[in-house]
């Protein structure tokens, strides 16, 4: 039996460039893990098949689970038909922006090139990750990143800027791939917001990194789900700081610079929102 977590993420920017012959949408976005997470527990099953089992009832238990994908699509690049039994401790809120199944594909990936002594880089197995989903290759290598392409093209952004994070969830499920479908070319970005926002991170200058951060899905989001901007008002009274939302949503977020900052947004957010959560970055 082996134990891997899976980090969440959040978007410090996310701009759309475009969209591409093959129906994905050019991106560009600079993706920061927090220690938010699920944990992964891996044991070999000797019936050779791949099973998943979860605490949380809203996510599949067959094959649509990203975990499972990351098992198959592993064991399928090295020619292998092992089993494995695999059980999801599920902190992450499900369908919310935060890349949660993303990174469970991703400590699967992780955790059985351990078990399974396959030797695999981090860059193969992020490549094999692409093949689950866009954000799965960031959640392999984690901390800070600039993606590209589809997402699945990182370079990494080595900045030891330290943040707190209050997350808030409002209580609504969002597809990303409707939010996608949903744009329209004038929601495309000229200027990708990294350029500026990576060498504000270089230099640890938090006002800029709070300032600068930007969505290109959140006007998509919130025209088509009035949960998500009656939230984003409450919390902008509530926090007189900058909101932004995470993803494809409905996830938003407050950087703060400070943790007794954070706690004091927390406990004021806990007043109206059910999903409120306090964290911070992971490097
Ligand atoms: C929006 C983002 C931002 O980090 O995150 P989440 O909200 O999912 O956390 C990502 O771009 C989501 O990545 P991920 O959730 O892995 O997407 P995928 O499974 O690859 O794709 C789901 C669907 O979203 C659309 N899609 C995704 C990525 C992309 N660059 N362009 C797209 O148009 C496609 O319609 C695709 O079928
Ligand atoms: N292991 C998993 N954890 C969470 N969601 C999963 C998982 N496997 C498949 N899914 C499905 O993936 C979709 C997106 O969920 P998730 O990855 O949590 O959100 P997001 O893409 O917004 O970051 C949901 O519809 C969910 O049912």
Redesign the pocket.
């Known amino acids: 039996m082996l134990a891997e977590r899976a980090y969440a993420k959040i978007n410090l920017t996310l701009d759309v460039l475009g969209r591409r012959p093959d129906g994905y949408h050019e991106v560009d976005m600079v993706l920061q893990t927090i220690d938010l997470s699920?944990l992964i527990w891996l044991e070999d099953a000797p019936s050779g098949v791949i099973e998943v089992s979860?605490n949380?009832a809203?996510?599949?238990t067959d094959a649509?689970?990203?975990?499972v994908a990351a098992a198959r699509a592993l064991s399928a690049a090295c020619g292998l038909a092992r089993g494995v039994r695999i059980r999801?401790d599920?902190q992450?809120?499900?369908?919310?922006?935060?890349?949660?199944?993303?990174a469970?594909?991703a400590a699967v990936l992780r955790g059985l090139n351990r078990m399974w002594q396959l030797g695999l880089s981090a860059d193969e197995l992020a490549a094999i990750g692409a093949q689950v989903g866009s954000?799965v290759p960031f959640c392999v290598l984690g901390g800070c990143a600039l993606a590209t392409g589809r997402g699945e093209q990182l370079r990494k952004v080595d900045h030891d800027l330290r943040a707190w994070v209050v997350l808030v969830r409002p209580p609504v499920?969002?597809?990303?791939a409707e939010v996608y479908g949903t744009l329209t070319p004038d929601r495309y970005a000229p200027a990708p917001a990294s350029r500026a926002m990576i060498p504000a991170l270089l230099r640890r200058d938090f006002d800029a990194v709070r300032r600068l951060s930007v969505n290109g899905l959140a006007a998509a989001t919130l025209a088509r789900y009035p949960e998500v901007r009656q939230m984003w008002q409450r919390v902008e009274q509530a926090a007189h700081v900058p909101v932004q939302m995470s993803?494809?949503g409905p996830t938003l977020y407050c950087l703060l610079p400070a943790r007794s900052m954070a706690q004091r947004l927390y406990n004021a957010l806990r007043g109206f929102a059910r999903e409120v959560y306090l964290c911070r970055f992971v490097s």
């Open positions: 699920d979860s949380a809203n996510i599949p649509r689970n990203l975990a999801i599920k992450i809120p499900v369908a919310a922006g935060l890349a949660g199944g993303s469970d594909a954000d499920f969002v597809s990303t993803g494809s």
